[in-house]
Every structure is written in structure tokens, then in C-alpha cells.
């Protein structure tokens, strides 16, 4: 190897160092600028509610989930075939309390939401 070879090789390393060294400081700046940034927004945000301000339970106590079976409500028909009815047109969708509250539960033999039929196991 001559020296010009010799040179060009170390003029090409120095280059890469120099580019791997500028996207250092580059990525570095962005970050410290990122963590500014989100200094100054949560500088500006509310502050967190003290223990004393947070919400507190009612009188009555908790409130407990209310599980009810609705009846269904039957779809209003339009006047003429063909024509549409429009939201103002139908009921609201909480329709009534039906008769019976029980859960359903499934029926022997029956397959399930799978509508195998079958007994299903093995």
C-alpha cells in the first residue's frame, strides 16, 4: 500500500466519525428540546385535585349496577312502500320492563352460541 491510499482510507473514517458525532449532538438537542417542551406544557396544565377535593360518595352510599330485562318496542311501520322513517319518526330506545326478569339460562342439550345442537366435550 502507498501512503495516498493509506490516506484516503483515513480521510474516510474521520468523515464517519464526524457524521456519527453531528447526529449525535443532533439527536441530543432534540431531546433536551422534547424535555423542555414537556416541562413547559405540564407547567401550564391544571395541578391534581387535592385529597379533599376528590369526588366523594353520596348520602344514600354506592351506587350498585341495576341488571333488568327490557321488553321490545315494535319498530313503527312507514305510511307508504317504500319510504323511509326518519330518527324524529321512532320511539326512544329504552322501550318498557318486561314481564319476566329472570336470566335465561341455556337448555339442556343445546349447543350453545356455537349452534352445534350436540352435547358438546369430548
Known amino acids: 500500500m502507498d ?5 484516503a482510507a483515513a480521510t474516510g473514517s474521520v468523515v464517519g466519525v464526524v457524521a456519527v458525532l453531528a447526529a449525535g449532538v443532533i439527536i ?7 424535555i423542555r417542551l414537556g416541562i413547559k406544557v405540564r407547567r401550564r396544565e391544571h395541578r391534581a385535585p387535592r385529597p379533599e377535593e376528590q369526588p366523594t360518595l353520596p348520602p344514600s352510599g354506592p351506587v350498585r349496577e341495576v341488571s333488568e330485562r327490557r321488553a321490545p318496542d315494535e319498530t313503527p311501520r312507514a305510511w307508504k312502500d317504500g319510504e323511509r322513517l326518519t330518527p324524529h319518526e321512532l320511539h326512544s330506545g329504552g322501550g318498557r320492563l318486561g314481564r319476566d326478569q329472570r336470566r335465561p339460562r341455556w337448555e339442556d342439550g343445546s349447543g350453545g352460541s356455537f349452534g352445534s345442537g350436540g352435547p358438546g366435550g369430548s
Open 3 to 7: 501512503t495516498s491510499s493509506n490516506l
Open 28 to 34: 441530543t438537542g432534540a431531546l433536551v428540546w422534547a
